[in-house]
Structure formats: C-alpha cells, structure tokens
C-alpha cells in the first residue's frame, strides 16, 4: 500500500498528500465494484500491460508523454495483437489497428460507441457541451448535427459555398507566386506555413465571410492571421492529448501538464477574433433591413428559427460551434498536402505523372477547378496516399462504450474509450504491400473513380459512422484543389543545399519533423497568376 501511494506521488507532480489519499480511497471502492463486475464476466479483456491498482498504467503514460501513442503501439508490436486495452485510472482504453475489428465498433455495433468521453478540455472547447463533434451522445448532439448537415455540408450548401472556396484557391497561387519571386526568398516557400493559412482563410470566409483579421492579406498573413491559426494548432494538440485529469477528475483544478491553461488561451484568442464579429451580426440581423441575404455560414445560425419563431441556436452554442468547426477543418488538408508534395520530389516519376494528368486534363491555359477533379485520379491516389502513410494525427477521436458489449470475442465493459489507430490502419502490414512506401498506384488497382474515403477502414481520412466527419465532400475539395493548384501552378524543387527533402517525422507526432521547405517555380502563363 505504502508503494501505490509513493508512486502516485512521483507520477503526479508530488501535490499535497492528502489529496492522493482521498484519492487512493475513492478510487480502491469504485475500481473494486468495477473489477467485481469484470470478474462476472466470461469473456476475457483484450490483452494488455498488468496495470497497478487504482491507477492503472498511468504512470507509464506520464513518463511516455508527449508522446503516448508510440508507447501504445511499440506496446502492441511487443504483444503481438492488433487489439490492446490498457487500463488508465479506472478507464479502458482500447485501440484498435485491425480494419475488421475497427468496422466491428463504428458500423457493427456503431450505436454503442456512439459517443464520446467526458473531458477538461472537451468541455472548455465546446463551451460545455453545446457542439457537434466532442459532445457526449444525447438530444445536444442530434440537435447541432442535424443543423451542421443541413446549414453546411448538405449538397445544396456545397454549392452555395463553391465561391468561396474558388477565391480562395485563386489566392493560392497568387500569394505562392508572390513569394517565390520575392528576391530574398530565393524562390523557396514553406508548404506548410501556405497550406495551414490557406485552410484558415477558406474556413474563416465561409463562416464569416472574413478571410484574414488583419488590414493587408496580399502581403500575407497578418499576425492576427498567425495568432489565429496557432491557436486553432494548440487546441488540436491539446484535446484527448492523455491528461491525467480525463482520468481523474478531481485533479482537474491542479492542471498537471498545464493543460487547462493551454486550453483556455488558445479559446480565450480565438475567441478575441471571432466574437466581436458575431455580436455584430447579431445586432444586425435584428435591425430590420441591415441584411437582405444570406452570405455565410454565420448568417444561415443566426436565422435559423424554431417553430414558434425564436432563435433555434443560442449565441454561445453558434459561438462554440464556430470555433469547432475552425478546429475541424484547418489541419487535415493541410497535413496531407505537405506530406504529398514532401514525397514527390524524392520520387521524381510521382511528380512528373501527377503533373502530366494536371496538363492532359486541365492544360496549362487556365486553373484547375473543382469540376476538373473527378478526372484526376492520380492526383485524388496520391492524397489517398498521403491520408494513408501520413495521418495528421495517431487516432481517431475516441468512441465511449455506452453499455457492455463484446467485439472480437473479447470483453469491452461500458465506459470504455476506444481509440482506432490510423496509423496502424494506414500502416498495417496485414493489410498493405511496402506499407513504408509513398505509392499511390496502390488506390487505383483500375477503379473509374477514386475517392478520399474507403468504407473497409483500411485507413481513416474523414472517418464514419454516426460520429463519422459528415463533411467529406467539403473535406475532399478542400484538400485536392489544394493539392492541385500547387502541383498545376509550379515546379517544386528539392533545395540547392539539399540531396533530399529529409522526410524525417516528429518524435512528438506525425508531422513531418521541419516544415517543407521547397524552391517553387512558376509553370502556366504570367495572366493566371493575376486571376
């Protein structure tokens, strides 16, 4: 007994003592009713480390941090088993790499795992609950999906916001010419500063019809710009980040990791930007006569009405909602994309054939435009890839069990996280040939049309079932024209100080380790550059 309560002193920081008493206690009953439960059943657990009492495998967890996922599946390797549970606290954690068992939780028995964990920065995030994505399963959730669908990624608002999405590919290529001719950039651009500023523009004029926060776009993105998109970055990289608090709750005030802090300041900033503009908004949709359409997203929540005529959305459920869908849309585009054109120029015959698809369908006379993407699947093949081999992040977010239920002729008690690796989906060599490999030619195999999605789960881009992303064809054109336009608008080239684009990924995630940094050479005619 003596030892559980010093190791929880070391793992945790060393707070007062008394807490971790109180909390040795509390936790020794429920972690005991539960176990008696678990004990009752016949089926066993999926396989995993031997946790400790009362805090599992947490202090394994805290010493693996920043980063946890490769412990987990340096873990899974050693065990040999593409389904593990690890036990943090008095959770389940499962993770799963295995494509069968990954449909066996989200479209078997996806009604079971249909929701979503309880969590410190889940709830700050989501201003309480009041979203789509983080909200635990109930009637909050079914009310902000439903007009999530219907108010933006329904096949009439595709249209609607198509645009918006033009204008902003066309400052794609503007502002990256812009920068390679600049003399002191030497013809170099960073892909990945570009790709996550274009993602954040496009998302910002869709909702509110505001591309950048600052006075001057066309010299770039203005620090309000950069504030913005870092603080959307630092959300991402902090929410279902393995806090100890989602574990124990009652060590949520101590902020261990300093995650609350992060957590509020990234809000607390985009928060600064955006709601001055909503606040105005809904001022002037209450005067009569200070709108006559529609222009964004942010217009189509406001007039949303009920049937006795009142506001359907509150502001803080369109206020929280907004930064929500900030956060979902900005870094898988531009994740892929970099890691795409990071492949090519180390494979010279993948650029020239994407290249070559570009001129035969598109030419060099004008843009590539959304129409113009069904016809090029070698380009849609080597996104596929990219969503593949280089996920923007290790799982997918994590699936409650809502009752006791059994996948794989193993036991996964209620209250379970499970957590589908994609990394171990894109990377599972059960499933792909040279798994390691950049090879698009793998998503073509003769198919008319290929998609960004693949229903098997043989990897995950925009995931599926009920808490599936329901925007996949917003997701996919975002993505591909701009994957496109780069590759249609411009040489790149592997620096002169370089023999390779060093494809090396970070130890604390699945980016590449340094930005891409590219020379860039113009290729279409000057007038296309001025569109």
Not at 64 to 70: E, M, Q, T
Not at 116 to 139: A, C, D, K, Q, W
Not at 201 to 207: A, E, M
Not at 359 to 380: M, Q
Request: proline share 6%.
């Amino acid at each position: 007994m003596e030892n559980i309560i010093t190791l929880l002193l070391i793992s945790l920081s060393n707070p007062k003592p008394f807490l971790f008493f109180i909390l040795f206690m509390s936790m020794l009953f429920l972690t005991f009713l539960k176990f008696l439960n678990l004990s009752s059943t016949q089926l066993p657990l999926p396989p995993g480390p031997k946790p400790w009492p009362i805090i599992g495998c947490i202090p394994t967890m805290l010493k693996s941090k920043p980063a946890v996922f490769r412990w987990i599946h340096n873990l899974m390797k050693e065990l040999n088993t593409e389904i593990v549970c690890i036990r943090l606290g008095d959770v389940h954690t499962i993770v799963v790499t295995c494509p069968n068992l990954s449909c066996e939780f989200l479209k078997a028995q996806d009604s079971v795992f249909a929701s979503r964990p309880i969590s410190m920065s889940t709830r700050i995030t989501s201003n309480g609950y009041l979203t789509t994505v983080l909200v635990p399963f109930g009637e909050q959730w079914q009310k902000m999906k439903r007009i999530v669908v219907s108010q933006m990624l329904s096949p009439a608002k595709h249209k609607f916001f198509y645009a918006k999405r033009l204008e902003e590919a066309n400052h794609l290529v503007r502002y990256v010419c812009n920068l390679c001719r600049k003399p002191e950039n030497h013809g170099l651009v960073n892909i990945r500063y570009v790709s996550q500023h274009y993602a954040g523009n496009l998302t910002r004029n869709i909702v509110l019809s505001r591309r950048s926060f600052g006075n001057n776009y066309e010299e770039g993105p203005s620090f309000e710009d950069e504030e913005h998109v870092g603080a959307i970055l630092s959300i991402l990289a902090n929410t279902y980040s393995f806090c100890v608090s989602d574990y124990f709750p009652c060590l949520v005030p101590f902020d261990f990791g300093n995650h609350d802090k992060l957590i509020k300041e990234a809000n607390t900033i985009m928060n600064k930007y955006q709601d001055p503009i909503i606040q105005e908004r809904f001022q002037n949709w209450s005067s009569s006569g200070n709108y006559k359409e529609v222009e964004d997203l942010l217009d189509m929540f406001i007039t949303l009405k009920d049937a006795n005529g009142n506001h359907l959305l509150s502001k803080q459920e369109i206020q929280a909602q907004i930064i929500e869908i900030m956060v979902a849309i900005v870094d898988n585009p531009s994740n892929v994309v970099e890691w795409a054109v990071a492949e090519m120029p180390n494979q010279p015959k993948i650029m020239e054939k994407a290249v070559e698809e570009l001129d035969k369908v598109v030419g060099k006379e004008r843009l590539v435009e959304e129409s113009d993407l069904s016809e090029l699947n070698y380009i849609k093949a080597c996104a596929r890839e990219a969503f593949c081999l280089h996920p923007i992040v290790p799982f997918n977010l994590p699936h409650v069990s809502m009752a006791d239920t059994t996948v794989g002729n193993y036991f996964i008690p209620k209250g379970s996280h499970v957590l589908l690796s994609r990394v171990g989906l894109g990377r599972n060599l059960k499933v792909w040939d040279e798994p390691e490999m950049f090879k698009p030619e793998r998503h073509l195999n003769g198919c008319d049309q290929v998609t960004l999605t693949r229903s098997n789960l043989r990897f995950i881009s925009f995931s599926t079932g009920k808490r599936g992303c329901p925007g996949a064809a917003m997701g996919t054109s975002i993505t591909l024209m701009l994957f496109a336009r780069l590759l249609q608008g411009f040489s790149w080239k592997i620096p002169s100080n370089q023999q390779n684009i060093d494809l090396s990924e970070s130890f604390h995630s699945l980016a590449l380790a340094k930005p891409l940094v590219a020379s860039a050479i113009p290729r279409l005619p000057h007038h296309l550059y001025l569109t």
